[in-house]
T-cell receptor, first 110, second 114 residues
Framework: EDQVTQSPEALRLQEGESSSLNCSYT??????LFWYRQDPGKGPEFLFT???AGEEKEKERLKATLTKKESFLHITAPKPEDSATYLC???????????FGAGTRLFVKA | ETGVTQSPTHLIKTRGQQVTLRCSSQ?????VSWYQQALGQGPQFIFQYYREEENGRGNFPPRFSGLQFPNYSSELNVNALELDDSALYLC?????????????FGPGTRLLVL
């Protein structure tokens, strides 16, 4: 059965303190792995899609990487406005079902 | 802004009632998915519609049903509401298919069942 596990559940950082969020996944055939940001009371906001092992994508202070079993979201020199829940999701080759992890709640203190 | 809107933003119902939630997608987005997100959890896939037909369903009972219309709008209907149905309901639309596929989420409808 397809499964996504994110760690840690919560992460508290000081402004400028770089770190990484982990997403481990099990899927019969990976069509794509997605990262989203979600602010309280709002819908998820798309960040990245990764399709194959070795792929990397960057956006401002965020960089996403993918292996055959996990993905990392690296946050470099975070700012308080980066505080949010970061969700990882996978879509299998069937293409119609997206499985989300429970998310990592990131708190960045000034 | 994702161009995906949902209504209403908040809703309170009592157990046993029926509810209809609405979503309006971007023009050209012919695939829409609905998700249920409980507090502190990730979204759970309910079902997906492509060109007005259901083409995938998660582990939700038949009392969860949907419709998609030619004007890129869609509905989620829930019958016989239970207390555990209290959650944020999200719709997401996409152009469907290909390497550029990305889901664009609406802001959600917060449903409270008393």
């Amino acid at each position: 059965e397809d499964q996504v596990t994110q760690s840690p559940e919560a992460l508290r950082l000081q402004e400028g303190e770089s770190s990484s969020l982990n997403c481990s996944y099990t899927v019969s055939g990976l069509r794509g792995l997605f990262w989203y940001r979600q602010d309280p009371g709002k819908g998820p906001e798309f960040l990245f899609t990764l399709y194959s092992a070795g792929e990397e994508k960057e956006k401002e202070r965020l960089k996403a990487t993918l292996t055959k079993k996990e993905s990392f979201l690296h946050i470099t020199a975070p700012k308080p406005e980066d505080s949010a829940t970061y969700l990882c999701a996978v879509q299998d080759t069937g293409g119609f079902k997206t499985i989300f992890g429970a998310g990592t709640r990131l708190f960045v203190k000034a | 802004e994702t161009g995906v809107t949902q209504s209403p933003t908040h809703l309170i119902k009592t157990r046993g009632q029926q509810v209809t939630l609405r979503c309006s997608s971007q023009s050209g987005h012919n695939t829409v998915s609905w998700y249920q997100q409980a507090l502190g959890q990730g979204p759970q896939f309910i079902f997906q519609y492509y060109r007005e037909e259901e083409n995938g369903r998660g582990n939700f009972p038949p009392r969860f049903s949907g419709l998609q219309f030619p004007n890129y709008s869609s509905e989620l209907n829930v019958n016989a509401l239970e207390l555990d149905d209290s959650a944020l309901y999200l719709c997401a639309s996409t152009t469907g298919g290909g390497l550029q596929e990305t889901q664009y989420f609406g802001p959600g409808t917060r449903l409270l069942v008393l």
